[in-house]
C-alpha cells in the first residue's frame, strides 16, 4: 500500500489565491493544497488556470460546519491531512474545527469562537475592551459606534452623536442582525500581527492605521505602515504586552492573529477587534517587504508544528488607498517617473501583484499600482472598505525616504471619473 501524499487545507484559499505565497510554498515542498472556499464564478475562474497543484476543491457555506467536516473527513482517507490554514475571516470556526477533528495545530476552538463574535470579544476580553452594549438592552451613553457584529471589513460601522441619529440608522440594518453600541475611543490606531505557535508568539510587529475617524461617521481604512513609524518605546511595550495578554486570555495556540487598537489619550491600548486569521489589504506583504521573510510561509510552517519565527524589520512599507472623485471610473493614471504601471486587479487573477523584495539598503520602490475595480464602476463616497478604488504599495530604508516618495506617488497617480 502505498503511502498517503502529505496534504494542508486551506480555508478561503482561492480568495487569496492570486498572490500565489502559499500554494506555491506547498509545491516547493510537495505538500498537495485542498482548498475549502465559496464556488461561483470566480472559483471557476481561478480554478480554469494553472493551478494543478490544487489536489481538491469544495465549495461549502462557512456556517455549516457540519457540511465541511464531511468533505475534510473524506480528504482523510486518500490523504494525509498533516495542517489546516484559515486565510479568511469566514473560515475561522469550521477551520479550528476541523483541525481539532484531525488533531492539527490551530488557535483552538475557544480563540476561534471568540474572535469570530463581537460580543463575545467584549465579554472575554472586556479587561482590554471599549465600554460595550447591544443595541435596545439599555439606554445608551451617546456618542456611541454602531458596529454590526456579523459584518466584515468595517461595514456598517459608524459614529451616532445621539438618539435621534440612532433611530435614524437603524434603518439601514437587518431586523436579524445584532447590534453593538460601543463607547468611542479617540486616539491613533495600530494593529498588531503576531505567528504563535502552540501558545508561544515567535513574531509580533505594529502597523500604524490611517482611518476616515470619527469626524467623517465612517471608518474605513486609508492606510498601513510596517513597522509603525513614531512609536516611542513605552507604547510599543504597551501594544504588544497587552497583545500578549489577549492571545494568553483567548488561549489562543497557532496560527496568526490579527488585532486592532487605539491608543487613547492615557496611552492604553484599547482592543478595537482581534481575528485568528491572517490580515487583510496588502499588510501580509507589508510585513515581508519590511523583514525580507514571507509571513505567508511562516504561517504554513506554524500549521506544519514547526519553528515559525521571522527577524525584526529592516525597511519600512506603506499600502495607501487613494481618494477618488465622484462619478463614473474610467481610468487610473500613472505617472512615467514612478517605474510602475496600473495594474486593473480582476477577481480571477492569480499572479502576484508585488513579486520582489528589496535588500535592507536599497532604494526606496513603488511595488505596485492597484486599480481595485473595473473600468465604468459608479464610485460612491468611502463608507466601507469596498469603497476604495485604487491603491499603491511602497517601501524604502527609512520613514523620511518612505515619505517622500508617498508624496511623489500621490502626485504622480490620479484616479479619472466622468459623469
Not at 510537495?30 to 469544495?58: K, M, N, Q
Not at 488533531?103 to 483552538?108: A, D, I, L, N, T
Not at 465612517?218 to 507604547?235: I, N, S
Not at 487573477?349 to 499600482?369: K, L
Request: charged content about 20%.
Amino acid at each position: 500500500m502505498s503511502t498517503p501524499k502529505p496534504a494542508v487545507v486551506l480555508f478561503g484559499g482561492l480568495a487569496v489565491a492570486w498572490n500565489q505565497r502559499y500554494l506555491r510554498v506547498l509545491a516547493e515542498r510537495g505538500i498537495a493544497a485542498l482548498i475549502v472556499d465559496r464556488g461561483g464564478p470566480h472559483a471557476e475562474a481561478l480554478l480554469s488556470g494553472d493551478l494543478s497543484h490544487v489536489a481538491g476543491f469544495a465549495a461549502a457555506d462557512p456556517e455549516d460546519h457540519a457540511v465541511v467536516a464531511d468533505v475534510v473527513a473524506g480528504w482523510a482517507e486518500r490523504f494525509a491531512v498533516v495542517g489546516v490554514a484559515c486565510l479568511v475571516e469566514q473560515y475561522v470556526l469550521p477551520a479550528a474545527i476541523t483541525a481539532d477533528l484531525l488533531g492539527v495545530p490551530s488557535p483552538g476552538l475557544r480563540a476561534a469562537t471568540v474572535c469570530r463574535d463581537k460580543h463575545l470579544q467584549r465579554r472575554f476580553l472586556a479587561e482590554w475592551s471599549p465600554r460595550s452594549q447591544r443595541a435596545g438592552s439599555g439606554e445608551p451613553q451617546f456618542p456611541v459606534i454602531l458596529k454590526p457584529a456579523g459584518r466584515l471589513a468595517s461595514s456598517g460601522v459608524r459614529f451616532v452623536p445621539d438618539a435621534a441619529g440612532l433611530e435614524a440608522a437603524l434603518a439601514d440594518y437587518g431586523p436579524d442582525e445584532v447590534l453593538l453600541l460601543e463607547e468611542p475611543v479617540r486616539g491613533p490606531e495600530f494593529s498588531v500581527e503576531s505567528l504563535s505557535v502552540d501558545g508561544v508568539v515567535g513574531y509580533a510587529e505594529i502597523t500604524g492605521k490611517r482611518t476616515t475617524g470619527l469626524d467623517s461617521g465612517f471608518f474605513v481604512e486609508l492606510g498601513h505602515t510596517t513597522p509603525a513609524p513614531g512609536l516611542d518605546e513605552p507604547a510599543r511595550a504597551a501594544l504588544l504586552d497587552t497583545h500578549h495578554a489577549v492571545l494568553d486570555r483567548l488561549g489562543f495556540g497557532t496560527g496568526v492573529a490579527h488585532a486592532e487598537y487605539r491608543l487613547d489619550d492615557s496611552g492604553r491600548p484599547v482592543l478595537i477587534e482581534i481575528a485568528a486569521r491572517p490580515p487583510g489589504d496588502s499588510i501580509m506583504a507589508l510585513h515581508w517587504l519590511a523583514t525580507g521573510v514571507s509571513l505567508e510561509e511562516a504561517y504554513l510552517r506554524a500549521v506544519l508544528g514547526e519553528p515559525a519565527e521571522l527577524p525584526p524589520p529592516t525597511r519600512v512599507a506603506r499600502q495607501v488607498y487613494l481618494d477618488h472623485p465622484a462619478g463614473v471610473l474610467t481610468d487610473v493614471e500613472v505617472a512615467p517617473e514612478l517605474g510602475v504601471g496600473v495594474h486593473w486587479f480582476s477577481p480571477g487573477e492569480v499572479h502576484a501583484q508585488i513579486a520582489t523584495c528589496a535588500e535592507r539598503d536599497d532604494d526606496a520602490t513603488v511595488r505596485c499600482v492597484l486599480a481595485l475595480k473595473p473600468s465604468g464602476t459608479e464610485l460612491v463616497p468611502l463608507r466601507e472598505s469596498g469603497d476604495r478604488a485604487a491603491m499603491f504599495v511602497i517601501d524604502a530604508p527609512s520613514v523620511a525616504e518612505l515619505d517622500e516618495l508617498e508624496r511623489r506617488c500621490r502626485a504622480g497617480v490620479r484616479v479619472r471619473a466622468g459623469s
